[in-house]
């Protein structure tokens, strides 16, 4: 995808001449949701790829609309990021955004296309394209759209309910401080795809070796 929608269709014509099982890619957003299948052994396997970014919705695949056509890319798994500061510090963070006379229209500015900042509630504050709430201590926070997970564990029911051995994949480059600590959200994710049927959940990012947990084994 960092070649763009050509880049994106290429390798699904190189993967696809070659033979090899991928999965997160597509020409729009219902291909890219596909999983992968291959038979290894005694075992019908599928494999559901996502990502969760952070990167420009231009990256991810799109279906077609009555104002627009189709985009290739990248199976999106919705996510918003959000910085958590002490109250003092957030009332500090607003008053600097007042002194700055930073206007609505101007935060646009520093927002990827089609990806504005959300700000839910006055506890929250869009300080040029970086959402901080306040919180008891200072944190990184990643929330998963439920609406997007709703589509990908719907994906791991059905082929699960085909009697595939189930591998959920993500990809994203929110780490942690510490790159060896899985965020917490990862570990909360995996675990529900789990429950939604998948045998193996895999991610990668971080380029370090992370944590392997066996849960309800």
């Known amino acids: 995808f960092d070649l763009g ?32 299948r ?3 052994g005694k075992r019908d396997v599928a494999l559901l790829a996502i990502d969760a970014g952070p990167g420009p919705s231009s990256m ?15 199976n999106r798994l919705k996510t918003v990021r959000k910085i ?16 700055l006379q930073s206007s609505p229209f101007e935060l646009t500015n520093y927002a990827q296309p089609e990806d504005p900042p959300e700000v839910a509630s006055d506890r929250e504050l869009n300080f ?22 709703s589509i990908h564990l719907s994906a791991i029911r059905q082929a699960a309910a ?4 189930v591998i959920a994949y993500l990809h994203h480059h ?21 429950d939604a049927g998948a045998n193996l959940f895999v991610s990668h990012g971080a380029p370090v070796l992370q944590a392997i947990e066996i849960y309800n084994g």
């Open 174 to 194: 929110h780490w942690e401080p510490g790159w060896q600590d899985v965020p917490r959200w990862v570990q909360a994710f995996a675990r529900t795809c789990i």
């Open 128 to 149: 040029y394209g970086t959402v901080f709430t306040q919180a008891a201590n200072f944190g990184r926070m990643v929330e998963v759209d439920q609406a997007s997970a």
């Open 162 to 165: 085909q009697g595939d051995f």
């Open 60 to 74: 991810y695949a799109e279906n077609h609309t009555a104002f627009r056509p189709a985009r290739p890319g990248v």
């Open 38 to 40: 291959r038979r290894l």
């Open 5 to 36: 929608a050509g880049g994106v269709l290429s390798t699904l014509e190189e993967v696809q001449a070659r033979g090899y099982l991928h999965a997160g890619i597509g020409v729009d957003a219902t291909d890219a949701r596909k999983p992968g």
């Open 84 to 99: 958590g500061v002490p109250d003092g510090h957030f009332r500090r963070l607003a008053r600097l955004g007042g002194h």
